[in-house]
């Protein structure tokens, strides 16, 4: 009988995870694809209305592209270049010298494949490699911009991933030098794409087609960010990485390198403002297509030469650009390419109207709350001049904040513990009667105005404000290899010391295979430690039980963490420690610290005693 229940119970337990996986898996993927198949035809009946000589179809009457006619990313090259410097060497290349930026333009479709950071290195030390943010398509890490033309062959060979430009002029881009670069086809176009830098990150790309032939031309304009590769270490769930854009009714669209990897392709609506690119943790790159033309977002993955590479790409076309014999036209494109620095991107997204723009950073659904702690920790370096000290003195500014609740918190623990012999009695009135017993309890609470959940407050309130450190010292390139004081160079990154080599003193490196905890954590531990000491143990053996291991639990957690994050957890454990202490002498109530110290060393009483 017990073999039949047990069977049964698995067959229920099967047809319902069989059900779950068609409901909340196959039918939204069926459904997407549905989707994707409407659109798709859809596009190609519009194609062949333009083809036929519809109102887009311009005079030359040239059709659309096919779907999928933006250059994707080819598979690896026959000669594949060992390194950077045999890549760079294999083409002809305008340099690029800015206060922020150095590398250089390939003038083999006039692309943006080569840019070093000048104010980032690798490392915390300032003599590691500046960041290689781009990189040639042959290398395995290659990442790269364009821009080009797409049309049909009636308007000849258009500007594209194999065409060689001309450099007209000066051969170096700078803010103060902008370059031109200049091709003509076989159908008398004459292409002048004149490139142009700020001091910053920011690139503007921008396209005068002149027609010198007897008919009018279509064009369709695309941009596209692609790599072959990404990151080495993969984000955790509160920062996005991958694809990125905002575009259209869609609004913010983020597609994490895995999610496109199952998914493929996902091609929103139509949009006429807006940006689209490639981010990772604190580097991006975005195209900012011009407002005067329509365009098609698309972000796609494509698996290349049977999974000898992968290419992530997000990209962008047009609608069709009519130039008209003897006339010329011009298509503006902007390039971001580089840090996420939180002021500067603020700015281009005001200065530039850039829709959004500022969500490039990713501040993540408390965005109403990470944004004010990053200002505020901001502004208190810039009066300090270092983050560690600006971090110590927003936890006092956040604990001021809350001072007024907090103190009343407090206060009503104190008058707790000293209402607890009451309580006992209580307990021991109504052992038998819970009902009563809770009814007394209730009338106890309000006749001495007592809160029983009054200590969970200075809890509840650092969440929102731990959280929100975290975020920002996670997601702001302003907080990577900020150094505090001693051994942490860097706030960003877990405190580098081992409690196993005891903090370095031993000559070896701590077990690979033990959980980190540094000198900070440990510091953070005994803090908490202390802390929950200042109020008498729970009769209850389990509550007791976790009211001991939670400082040593909490150490092993806070290990991991950032060194900034761990010396704000300690920092505000010391301070609820000595505003506990003030609060509960003020209320005459006793300060159990001491006592359960002392507890700790007493002998225990064995069980026949």
């Not at 006619?69 to 594949?80: D, M, V």
């Not at 200002?375 to 000290?389: M, P, R």
């Not at 009338?443 to 969970?456: D, H, R, S, V, W």
């Not at 009211?547 to 040593?552: A, D, Q």
Request: one cysteine or more; hydrophobic letters at 40%.
């Amino acid at each position: 009988m017990e073999n039949n229940r047990n069977f049964f119970i698995t067959i229920a337990l099967s047809v319902l995870i069989l059900t779950l996986w068609q409901v909340f898996y196959m039918n939204p993927r069926m459904e997407q694809q549905r989707e994707t198949a409407r659109i798709e035809q859809q596009r190609a009946e519009a194609q062949k209305k333009e083809a036929g000589g519809g109102a887009n179809s311009g005079a030359a009457g040239t059709p659309a592209p096919a779907p999928g006619a933006i250059p994707n990313a080819p598979g690896a090259e026959s000669a594949t270049p060992q390194n950077l410097e045999q890549a760079l060497a294999a083409t002809t290349r305008v340099k690029i010298d800015t206060p922020s930026l150095s590398g250089s333009i390939n003038l083999t479709g006039a692309r943006l494949d080569d840019l070093k950071l000048k104010h980032y290195t690798e490392t915390v030390d300032k003599n590691s490699p500046e960041i290689q943010l781009l990189n040639p398509e042959p290398l395995p890490n290659g990442y790269f911009a364009e821009i080009g033309f797409v049309g049909d062959s009636n308007v000849g060979t258009l500007p594209g991933p194999k065409t060689v430009w001309n450099v007209d002029g000066n051969a170096t881009l700078s803010p103060s030098t902008p370059v031109t670069l200049t091709f003509t086809n076989d159908k008398g176009l004459v292409f002048k794409r004149t490139f142009s830098v700020d001091n910053d990150y920011m690139f503007t790309v921008s396209d005068t087609v002149q027609n010198t032939g007897g008919a009018a031309v279509s064009l369709f304009n695309y941009g596209r960010v692609a790599r072959f590769d990404k990151p080495a270490v993969a984000s955790t769930y509160v920062l996005h990485e991958g694809l990125i854009g905002v575009t259209g009714s869609e609004g913010l669209q983020e597609h994490k390198y895995a999610a496109i990897e199952k998914d493929k392709q996902y091609k929103p609506g139509k949009s006429t403002d807006g940006w689209l690119g490639i981010t990772d943790k604190y580097w991006a790159v975005t195209l900012i297509p011009s407002e005067k033309q329509p365009f098609q977002p698309n972000y796609s993955y494509v698996d290349i030469n049977n999974g000898l590479r992968h290419s992530y790409q997000s990209d962008y076309m047009t609608d069709a650009i009519t130039v008209a014999p003897g006339q010329s036209t011009t298509v503006e494109t902007e390039i971001f390419a580089g840090a996420k620095e939180v002021a500067k991107v603020n700015a281009y997204a005001q200065d530039r109207n850039i829709r959004l723009f500022d969500r490039l950073i990713d501040w993540g659904w408390f965005i109403w709350i990470t944004k004010p702690m990053f200002y505020l920790i901001d502004t208190l370096y810039k009066f300090f001049g270092n983050f560690g000290l600006a971090i110590l003195a927003t936890t006092v500014i956040v604990k001021a904040i809350f001072f007024p609740l907090a103190n009343k918190s407090y206060a009503s623990m104190a008058n707790m513990k000293k209402v607890q012999p009451k309580m006992l009695e209580i307990r021991e009135k109504y052992a038998d009667d819970k009902m009563k017993q809770q009814q007394a309890m209730m009338e106890l609470y309000k006749t001495e105005k007592i809160n029983p959940l009054a200590g969970c407050w200075p809890v509840a309130l650092q969440i929102p404000v731990f959280f929100s450190l975290y975020k920002v010292l996670y997601i702001t390139i302003e907080m990577r290899h900020a150094p505090f004081f001693g051994w942490i160079h860097d706030l960003a990154a877990p405190d580098p010391t081992s409690l196993f080599n005891l903090f370095g003193l031993l000559p070896f490196a701590a077990p690979a295979f033990l959980p980190h905890m540094g000198a900070w954590a440990v510091v953070m531990g005994i803090t908490m430690f202390l802390q929950m000491r200042m109020n008498p143990a729970p009769p209850d053996p389990t509550q007791a039980a976790v009211f001991t291991w939670m400082p040593v639990i909490f150490t092993f957690m806070m290990g991991s963490f950032p060194a900034g994050l761990v010396i704000y957890w300690a920092w505000n454990n010391l301070l609820s420690i000595l505003q506990q202490g003030v609060i509960m002498k003020r209320q005459g109530a006793k300060i159990e610290l001491w006592d359960n110290l002392a507890a700790l060393f007493r002998k225990k009483p064995s069980p026949a005693e």
